[in-house]
């Protein structure tokens, strides 16, 4: 994926990206934010990073999330979700 970064990242930082209204979880650091450039560094360090599932849905507990929707098809999220 190392050799797909900086093509992604270019796009990445083209884009314009408008506030969001509610906080957004990444992966890659567990964390919320509605920075849009804090958003767009994230989805490119996304890319090659590790995936912090555990500690992503534990921060959104410890914030009050009680309901989680998979979009797409299966469910397996959502079986991980509930471990």
Do not use: H
């Not at 990242?9 to 990206?17: E, K, P, V, Y």
């Not at 506030?19 to 934010?33: D, H, K, L, M, R």
């Not at 500690?55 to 079986?79: H, N, Y």
């Amino acid at each position: 994926m190392e050799p797909a970064r900086e093509t992604l990242a270019d796009a990445i930082r083209q884009t314009t990206l408008n506030e969001p209204s509610c906080p957004i979880y990444q992966n890659v650091t567990a964390q919320a934010t509605q920075n849009t450039e804090v958003i767009k560094n994230n989805l490119i360090a996304q890319l090659t990073g590790p995936v912090r599932w555990t500690q992503t849905i534990q921060a959104m507990r410890s914030d009050g999330a009680t309901q989680f929707i998979e979009c797409g098809p299966g469910k397996v999220l959502q079986g991980l979700v509930k471990n």
